[in-house]
Nanobody
């Protein structure tokens, strides 16, 4: 059974940092591209960052230079370090596994339930 379980969300002020984690199980982790997506109330889901098994990365322009995606292949765990957070309100961050390195939802077939990040500014 495929499972993607996110953690690390919370309330943070603008300018602050958070580190999200995603524990993956039930599939061959290294065979998939992994990504982070976010969705705010009333908005479309947005691709944030993604990486390949050999750590090639892509980022949305809106987060370049502030967010860092990484992984620990030995632990089948994906991370998203978020620095210099902007006052974006509340977003649900989800990790996903897919077969194409693109920041498009349709490129990812496995999804976690998400972890909420709230701007407390």
């Amino acid at each position: 059974q495929v499972q993607l379980v996110e953690s690390g969300g919370g309330s943070v002020q603008a300018g602050g940092s958070l580190r999200l984690s995603c524990a993956a199980s039930g599939f061959t982790y290294n065979n998939y591209y992994m990504g982070w997506f976010r969705q705010s109330p009333g908005k479309e889901r947005e691709g944030v960052a993604a990486l390949s098994s050999d750590d090639s990365t892509i980022y949305a322009d809106s987060v370049k230079g502030r967010f860092t995606i990484s992984q620990d292949n030995a632990k089948n765990t994906l991370y998203l370090q978020m620095d210099s957070l902007k006052p974006d309100g509340t977003s649900m961050y989800c990790c996903a596994a897919g077969l194409v390195l693109l920041l498009h939802s349709r490129s990812f077939g496995y999804w976690g339930q998400g972890t909420r990040v709230t701007d407390s500014s």
